[in-house]
């Protein structure tokens, strides 16, 4: 019995990721992303469970929560939802509803590659075209 429950968990292991999976800011991190609007969401994260997030000229100090995807925060009946990282990372503000699940999109963002340099905990590759530092 014990060697097929190590075969499965090695199999297990070497399956691909369907979609990735969202890198975790370092505590004290902040970073802003741009949304389609034209607003921003200015987001830190003091710990591993938890996100403080400013938008609208509030803030909304949020606990993380049970997502299939990505890193999924709850509080003041809102959400803040992250997947991915580095240039593909992207940021949703959800109103987030009385019976627990997700209501209407607030706000579709990312950050702007530039602004994740700053970041160790995001890996962002240099531009493809070597003249656009140039030019």
């Known amino acids: 019995m014990l060697p097929l429950v190590l075969i499965g968990l090695m199999l297990g292991a070497c399956s691909p990721r369907s979609e990735p999976v969202a890198a975790a800011p370092a ?8 949304c389609e609007s034209g607003a921003r969401v200015v987001v830190s994260y003091p710990d591993t469970d938890s996100a ?3 938008y609208n000229g509030q803030t909304h100090r949020m606990k993380i929560a049970v997502s299939a995807s990505g890193s999924r925060y709850v509080g003041d009946e809102l959400e803040w939802w992250t997947k991915g990282s580095g240039e593909k990372a992207t940021g949703a503000l959800f109103a987030h509803l009385a019976d627990g699940t997700s ?4 706000e579709s963002c ?6 994740l340099r700053r970041y160790s905990w995001v890996a962002v590759p ?3 075209n070597a003249d656009f530092a140039h030019g």
Not at 103 to 106: E, L, N, T
Not at 110 to 115: A, I
């Open 110 to 115: 990312k950050p702007r590659p530039t602004d």
């Open 27 to 34: 505590p004290g991190d902040e970073v802003t992303y741009y």
């Open 52 to 54: 403080v997030v400013g």
């Open 126 to 128: 240099p531009p493809r």
């Open 103 to 106: 209501g209407k999109m607030v």
